[in-house]
């Protein structure tokens, strides 16, 4: 599978953003797609994740009640709307793919998943 992540810019404290991720090649077999997001200087962390086919997301506590994870498995697209933006989102986002259930059902570590786009950059200015 290839992912292509867009939809990164600038924008202040409080302001939404929508990232895409466009997935391609053999997308049939994928099992779930999630976001991760790395800043300078940190290790990168998990954001959401959510089956491809079947219903369930998963988030990680600093997403909650502020992100939305959704695909549209026709189009071979995930999205990460974003609202209630704070300087500390600042980060590259990316997403990733898996062909497996996760080991242990550990959605949120980056060895879960076997393809990554290439990040698109999340800029929040206060």
């Known amino acids: 599978v290839q992912l292509q992540a867009s939809g990164g810019g600038l924008v202040q404290a409080g302001d939404s953003l929508r990232l895409s991720c466009a997935a391609s090649?053999?997308?049939?077999?994928?099992?779930?797609m999630a976001w991760f997001r790395q800043a300078p200087g940190k290790e990168r962390e998990f954001v959401m994740a959510?089956?491809?086919?079947?219903?369930?997301?998963y988030s990680a506590d600093s997403a909650k009640g502020r992100f939305t994870i959704s695909r549209d498995d026709v189009k071979n697209m995930g999205y990460l709307q974003m609202n209630s933006l704070k300087p500390e989102d600042t980060a590259t986002y990316y997403c990733?793919?898996?062909?497996?259930?996760?080991?242990?059902?550990?959605?949120?570590?980056?060895?879960?998943?076997?393809?990554w786009g290439q990040g698109t950059l999340v800029t929040v200015s206060s």
């Open positions: 959510i089956r491809w086919t079947e219903s369930g997301t």
């Open positions: 990733a793919a898996t062909y497996y259930v996760p080991a242990g059902r550990d959605w949120y570590r980056v060895g879960s998943y076997n393809f």
């Open positions: 090649g053999r997308t049939e077999a994928m099992y779930a």
